[in-house]
């Protein structure tokens, strides 16, 4: 009903930029909130940004000052731009999204496939 498609990871040195993008498709009537979150190998998945509607944000310490998230409500994408990477920054990068469908009364989250994104040393 509802696909999130992230698209931007790859292969990075440390200090560079990359721009994560989530294209949102299907049933959807609106959208509350959206999100990034990331896997690291080893680690239990952790919250990078997020971002309302209204355009609200909210960051991870781990990444205040070097990431941006935007959402572009027209066309239902949402953006990380991710400046200044470290190796620590290296992980499974997963698309979140609350969303309002024809389907149901309340928002459902629905989630991405991810996408890697390597930064080397």
């Known amino acids: 009903q509802v696909q999130l498609v992230e698209s931007g990871g790859g292969l990075v040195q440390a200090g560079g930029s990359l721009r994560l993008s989530c294209t949102a498709s299907g049933m959807i009537v609106s959208i509350n909130a959206m999100g990034w979150y990331r896997r690291a190998p080893g680690k239990q998945r952790e919250l990078v940004a997020a971002?309302?509607?209204?355009?609200?944000?909210d960051y991870a310490d781990s990444v205040k000052g070097r990431f941006t998230i935007s959402l572009d409500n027209a066309n239902n994408v949402l953006y990380l731009q991710m400046n200044g990477l470290k190796s620590e920054d290296t992980a499974v990068y997963y698309c979140?999204?609350?969303?309002?469908?024809?389907?149901?009364?309340?928002?459902?989250?629905?989630w991405g496939q991810g996408t890697q994104v390597t930064v080397s040393s």
């Open positions: 971002i309302t509607n209204g355009g609200i944000t």
């Open positions: 979140n999204g609350e969303i309002n469908t024809p389907l149901v009364m309340v928002s459902m989250p629905f």
